[in-house]
């Protein structure tokens, strides 16, 4: 009965919030931006799940695990998918330079932070200790657009080729991120957190690699007959459960064997557009049903935690500063870039989480620590990114903003 | 074509490859992977089947059987149980289908050969069976020692569940070949019609064979009025089902396939809970038919609203995933060591069930005066079984653990020639009345 309930509840929640979701409101920017990220169901799931009215209890949460690993592949199928090389040429070439200085910044600021931090408080074993830090590294490298395209909705801005450079950053370094994340699937391959031991890291990576290639190379020669669109939503679905599946089976990420096979699909497969149409169409129902499950399994404790996500916070604002900083500052770039810019980037996203998912599910007990320190954070991001991207660059002699009223306002 | 056989062989080869090499040893029971196994292969199958003007549907339920515990072991019984649900959302949605595609003005217009097929049919395979199982009771040792009387008891279940359809089967032809006309028309009503009728002829044969058997009562009229009362109850809530899908179309314009099925899970397990609650709380007893809820809830918007023609279109843009889940997982589930024991039985109650529906709507059609064309041909599109059949024949084994089993391994070996004669059967039908889209297109 109350599996039922669940999923009838998660159901309604994921129906009609992924058509509100996207929705401008009269909110401050802030707020504008929780709801446009979707954050705001990590709240619903904490009022269903243990810290809430229990609704969603433990049990249920292991019989709604094959759903994580369908959600996540189809997460990683499509951020895949966005990876076309011919498109991604179009840009300047520093700018895929500079976003990968800016992400491995902020992991090489962020994961010793971590690991120090914990190490003064808790009593984990180094082990632990180094995945947890990893596992918060890597999705420190994410970050997500919604911010910049809050405030661009509603201001005009006048420094076009920045905002371009902060937008591709905001939108490829999550690539950066996986890097890190499938770094710490190497180092503790098959949720070991054992001594390193380079044979099973190297047969790890061969089997994520060939797993991801093979399902891959199945949906595209799928493709390569003339098919309908009900058949190409089942070469999809089946391309994702497949993928999923057997990361699952042979203890790999979702997201990882997801992301390979989108990342060889979108070079190799004519239809990707096609894909891609279809796969964001559904997308936002998928993140908000796994934003519920991750807010449901999430306790809170009030203990050191508080103090740790406090030291990411700042760390990742200081790695997201200092990345760009370098980064432009290595490459000449024939447009202003103010050393605030950094803090464009402080938008988490959907991408951040969904690492922390797939790191959940293979190290349970590190569920809450990692939970708890990326919510917060995401929080306290989304909340204030916009404000700090309108208060810091809307001098136009550092960044050319100029408050314009609000787009929405005008509509109405 | 190439490519389906080699995206076919793929997906097959990397599933063995992972079971063989040890590499899937982490989690013995995996549904998303047998899931995306089967939508993968089923689909390249029934491609390939298509290919050799077999249905798809065969090509679905044989993969499912092929990659299952009897053949290829790539999957086990648990894991196939693991996805039941994935069966109930796919019955629901093909009893809301079922539902829309009954045009009630079409159905006006055919509405005397409908009653007309639907009696005889009923009375010539009820009959025609029943009679060639009382015939073979002392080939059938769990009979031997049995009274007259209570041999003819058991043939009826026989001869009951053999009337039997599956509307789901229809279903999934009709959406394949993506026919129209009064044959498919036919075809259609009646096996919706006969899922309603099937219960109520079960329930009057139950009641019978329990005086035989058990002694007990007699013919039961509470009994009786209750199964009366639980299809009015079932059309009531669907109709008003019906009303808020319109309602949820028309005013909130939600997604509403993915709306639709979880409606019919809802309608499914709330059938259940209720008549759970109401029989241990109240002692009442009253187990609605979900699929039929869903059925009039489909019936209702077709009927009773303009939404009809979108509700049927955007239905079927996500069908496809739905029938090769259900119909592979239909293959999968079938118990082959019933097959090899209780073939031969099974193949004479197969052949009988076969003669007595052409015989039935041979008549019946005649007497109706449908043209040759449709009434020749009709017996084709009445041959499959599946979900019903099977779901009687648990009933019958829950009630009567004396005979259950026995009369399982005969009626599932039956099942399973029809399961896979009956989509070939009636494609075959339908191309032959010129009622595909093809042929309409041509």
Not at chain 1, 1 to 21: D, E, F, H, K, Q
Not at chain 1, 104 to 114: E, S
């Amino acid at each position: 009965m109350r599996l039922l309930l669940t999923i009838v509840i998660i159901t309604v929640i994921a129906l009609i919030g992924s058509r509100l979701t996207f929705l401008n409101r009269k909110l401050p920017l802030g707020f504008r931006n929780i709801i446009f990220t979707g954050t705001e169901y990590i709240f619903m799931g904490v009022l269903l799940g243990k810290m809430g009215l229990n609704l969603i209890d433990p049990k249920i949460l292991t019989s709604l695990e094959p759903f994580l690993y369908f959600g996540l592949s189809w997460i990683g199928f499509l951020f895949g998918l966005q990876f076309d090389f011919k498109s991604l040429k179009n840009l300047p070439r520093f700018f895929f330079s500079i976003s990968a200085i800016q992400a491995l910044f902020t992991f090489v600021i962020v994961t010793p932070i971590i690991f120090f931090s914990f190490k003064t408080f808790s009593s984990l074993p180094s082990n632990t200790l180094l995945i947890i830090s990893l596992a918060l590294g890597s999705a420190s490298a994410c970050s997500a657009q919604s911010a910049l395209a809050i405030v661009c909705n509603n201001y005009r801005f006048k420094n076009r080729k920045l905002f371009s450079l902060l937008n591709y950053i905001s939108g490829i370094d999550g690539i950066f991120a996986l890097i890190f994340f499938a770094l710490a699937f190497f180092i503790f391959p098959y949720s070991s957190i054992t001594k390193f031991n380079l044979m099973n890291s190297l047969e790890w990576l061969l089997l994520a690699l060939v797993i991801g290639m093979v399902t891959a190379f199945i949906f595209i020669i799928l493709n390569k007959t003339k098919f309908s669109q009900q058949e190409f939503v089942v070469f999809i679905i089946g391309t994702v459960l497949f993928g999923g599946g057997l990361a699952m089976k042979t203890n790999h990420s979702p997201l990882l064997i997801g992301f390979i096979c989108g990342l060889i699909t979108a070079n190799f497969c004519r239809h990707r557009l096609r894909a891609l149409e279809i796969m964001v169409h559904s997308e936002k129902g998928i993140y908000i049903i796994m934003l519920v499950i991750i807010g449901a399994g999430w306790s809170l404790n009030f203990d050191f935690i508080l103090l740790i996500t406090g030291f990411y916070f700042l760390s990742r604002l200081l790695g997201k500063l200092g990345g760009v900083w370098i980064g432009t500052r290595s490459f000449k770039c024939d447009f202003h870039v103010p050393w605030t810019s950094g803090l464009g980037l402080l938008s988490e996203g959907g991408f951040a989480v969904a690492i922390i998912i797939s790191f959940s599910i293979f190290y349970p007990s590190l569920s809450d620590y990692l939970v708890t320190v990326v919510i917060l954070s995401m929080i306290l991001n989304e909340l204030i990114s916009p404000t700090l991207i309108l208060s810091h660059l809307e001098n136009p002699k550092r960044l050319d903003f100029k408050g314009q009223p609000d787009i929405t306002r005008q509509k109405t | 074509m190439i490519n389906k056989i080699l995206a076919l062989v793929l997906v097959i080869a990397s599933m063995m490859l992972l079971l063989q090499w040890g590499l899937g040893e982490y989690r013995e029971n995996c549904p998303v992977l047998v899931l995306g196994l089967i939508l993968l292969a089923a689909y390249c199958f029934g491609f390939l089947l298509e290919k050799v003007g077999l249905p798809r549907i065969v090509g679905y339920i044989l993969a499912g059987l092929f990659m299952g515990p009897f053949f290829l072991k790539l999957y086990t019984f648990q894991e196939i149980t693991s996805l039941a649900f994935i069966n109930k959302l796919a019955l629901a949605f093909i009893a809301f289908c079922a539902g829309g595609e009954l045009r009630w003005h079409n159905i006006k217009k055919a509405l005397k050969p409908i009653v007309s097929y639907i009696s005889g049919v009923t009375a010539a395979v009820f009959l025609g069976t029943t009679l060639i199982v009382f015939l073979l009771s002392n080939a059938m040792p769990f009979m031997n020692d049995f009274s007259l009387s209570l041999r003819l008891a058991v043939s009826a279940i026989f001869g009951t569940i053999a009337v039997a359809r599956s509307p789901s089967s229809a279903i999934a032809i009709i959406s394949e070949t993506k026919s129209k006309g009064r044959y498919t028309d036919i075809v259609l009503s009646v096996s919706v019609a006969m899922d309603v009728f099937i219960i109520i002829l079960f329930a009057v044969v139950i009641s019978l064979v329990q005086v035989f058997i058990k002694g007990q009562g007699g013919l039961n009229f509470s009994l009786m009025f209750s199964l009366l009362s639980e299809i009015t109850v079932a059309f009531v809530l669907g109709f008003l089902l019906g009303k808020l899908i319109v309602f949820l179309i028309e005013k909130v314009h939600l997604e509403f396939p993915v709306v639709i099925i979880a409606m019919g899970f809802m309608v499914i397990e709330f059938s259940h809970l209720l008549g759970d609650y109401l029989y241990h709380v109240h002692n009442i007893r009253l187990e609605l038919e979900p699929l039929l809820i869903c059925m009039a809830a489909g019936f209702t918007v077709q009927n009773f609203s303009k939404q009809g023609k979108n509700f049927l279109q955007r239905m079927d843009r996500v069908s496809l995933p739905i029938y090769i889940a259900f119909f592979a997982m239909t293959g999968a589930a079938m118990n082959l060591k019933v097959l090899r024991t209780g073939w031969l039985l099974g193949l004479v109650v197969f052949v009988v069930r076969l003669i007595s529906i052409y015989l039935g709507s041979y008549a019946s059609g005649r007497l109706a005066k449908n043209p040759p064309k449709i009434y020749k041909n009709v017996w084709l599109g009445f041959i499959t079984q599946a979900g019903v059949s099977l779901g009687l024949l648990t009933e019958v084994a829950r009630r009567f653990p004396e005979i259950g089993p026995s009369v399982q391994t005969i009626l599932v070996a039956t099942i399973i020639m029809n399961q896979i004669i009956g989509p070939i059967a009636f494609k075959y039908g339908l191309k032959k009345v010129g009622e595909t889209q093809v042929q309409r297109s041509s």
